[in-house]
């Protein structure tokens, strides 16, 4: 995940912000989409909890071992999604330390608050990722669904363009854009290059999150009817 994460920031973004002068209006388009490098990283991470789901559906050997686990089934349900979380947050944890280096708080308080934008995107990722998962009915479905989730992220959000960008070029995707999680990450986490904005930027996170968590908890209870 790392070196995924360092390929894309060290020689696609680093391209990119060579490429792309202060002229166009971002200062330094490098620490511009240097954050969205990290959150696909989660989101690619958040996405293995949904795999984990589909697998144990058509693995047949595993329903012995889950229906004689001690554990309350709700509790074995949010712990799939809670343990997706620390999967994304472990693995972009040295990519978020670089991000915030590069921002100038890894000293800082607001470190805090960096990980805990990576923490709430992954928790919304993963609730999505169960509920496809859930719904799916072969492993190339929910591959190919996984597929146009991330294309999504990537190109319908702020990652790579300015929200004016979409409103100039496309006005028909502005409300795609500013609907998209990703959008909403990657602005929180630039915001954090502002001194003095704590936890603020973190608001727009919480309820579509929480909301996409527990659409992934009720889809997980719904398939195994829990």
């Not at 202060?22 to 690619?44: D, E, Q």
């Not at 559906?57 to 979380?85: E, N």
């Not at 006005?171 to 003095?196: D, K, Q």
Request: proline letters at 6%; charged letters at 10%; a positive charge.
């Amino acid at each position: 995940m790392f070196a995924n994460f360092a390929i894309d920031l060290f020689i696609t973004a680093v391209t990119f912000g060579n490429l792309i002068p202060p002229s166009s209006g971002i200062p330094s388009y490098f620490l511009y989409i240097a954050p969205g490098s990290n959150l696909i990283t989660a989101a690619v991470a958040a996405f293995q909890s949904g795999r984990d789901v589909w697998r144990e559906k058509y693995i047949k050997d595993m329903t012995s071992y889950l229906l004689s686990l001690p554990a309350p089934r709700l509790v074995l349900a949010g712990s799939r999604i809670m343990g997706g979380v620390a999967r994304s947050v472990i693995a972009t944890f040295p990519g978020t330390l670089v991000i915030c280096y590069l921002y100038g708080i890894l000293f800082d308080p607001r470190i805090f608050a960096a990980y805990l934008i990576v923490g709430l995107f992954s928790l919304g990722i993963v609730g999505l990722s169960m509920s496809f998962a859930a719904f799916s009915s072969s492993i190339e479905v929910f591959v190919t669904v996984r597929s146009l989730v991330q294309l999504y992220l990537s190109f319908h959000s702020t990652l790579f363009y300015q929200v004016s960008v979409f409103q100039q070029q496309a006005p028909f995707l502005v409300p795609i854009v500013s609907s998209n999680p990703m959008s909403w990450a990657v602005e929180a986490f630039r915001e954090l290059r502002v001194a003095g904005t704590g936890f603020t930027p973190i608001s727009a996170l919480i309820a579509p999150s929480l909301f996409f968590a527990l659409l992934g908890l009720g889809s997980y209870l719904w398939y195994s009817k829990l």
